[in-house]
Structure formats: C-alpha cells, structure tokens
C-alpha cells in the first residue's frame, strides 16, 4: 500500500492518480465523497474529466471492505480519501474503533495494488467545536494506522511528492 498524505488542494490526488497510471495496471477509482453541494459536485466533475475513461469507479462512502476484497493483481485501487470516509463514519455515528480496525484488515487483505489519499489536518490551529476538535483527532489517528500499515508514504506539499517511508526494497 502507498499513503499520499498533505494538505487541501497540496495535490496528493494528482500525484495519487499518476502512481496508478504509471503503474501499469487497471486503474480503479474508489470515491468516498458524498456530493452535499455544488462545491463538491464541482470537484468530483473535474476529478473525473482529469482522470479519463479508462478508470473504473466504485462510489463506495463508507462501505469499502467489499471492493478491497474484490481487487486483482491486474488492478491498482485508488482510495480518494481516507478524510471524506472519516466524515462519513462520524456523521453517520458508525463506531469509529470497528470501522477503523475493519478498514485497515480490508487493505491489508487486498490482492491489487492500494493508494490511499489523506489530508493531513493536525498542522492548523486547535478548532474551537468539540465535533471538528474530535474530527481532527480521528484524522489523526487514521493517518498514523494507516502510514504504519503502509509499504510507501508520501507527503505532498505544493504539488510536490517527498518520500517519508519507503519499505518496497
């Protein structure tokens, strides 16, 4: 697995992207946004224009497990983003813990290659709600799990790539 991590619009999804592209594979697009307003529709349109036909899609906001399992070596799966599926479980009131534990087991069991994008949300100011105060300790969290759990991290700032950890050797 390889964990592209950064910033909002750093360009981890580009770079994210490019990885599955380069590799070869058939491309598969795991999204995990749900559209809540135009903003949002706007992005998942230019994500998709950018992306091309070639990419198989998969919506799949919270239940992930299923397409993981279903990944072959041919394919190279890319998760866009860990930071939505988060939002989606705590808005949703799912248990964080088993959800949390049931996704990483999902990755770990996948036969394709795995791409996960995050956001790294623990570098700004300490939020002033207890709900986004919780969010970016979760994010936090998730991110840590799934940078261990990963062969490769990345961390993207202005659209450049820097290798944190590189285990495929």
């Keep these: 697995m390889t964990f592209v991590l950064g910033g909002a619009a750093s360009g981890k999804s580009r770079i994210a992207e490019n990885i599955l592209i380069n590799s070869g594979l058939n491309p598969v697009y795991l999204a995990t946004a749900r559209i809540w307003d135009d903003e949002i529709q706007d992005k998942v349109k230019l994500h998709r224009a950018r992306r091309g036909p070639e990419w198989t899609t998969h919506n799949a906001p919270v239940e992930l497990a299923k397409i993981f399992d279903l990944g072959t070596p041919g394919q190279a799966i890319l998760m866009d983003c860990a930071t939505m599926w988060l939002t989606n479980i705590m808005l949703d009131e799912h248990n964080l813990d088993e959800e949390q534990t049931a996704l990483l087991a999902a990755l770990a069991r996948c036969r394709a290659p795995v791409v996960v994008v995050s956001n790294e949300v623990g570098q700004g100011i300490v939020p002033e709600n207890a709900l986004a105060r919780r969010f970016r300790e979760a994010q936090g969290r998730l991110n840590i799990a799934l940078a261990e759990q990963a062969d490769h991290v990345l961390h993207v700032v202005a659209g450049l ?9």
């Design 161 to 169: 790539p820097r290798s944190l950890k590189d285990t495929r050797t």
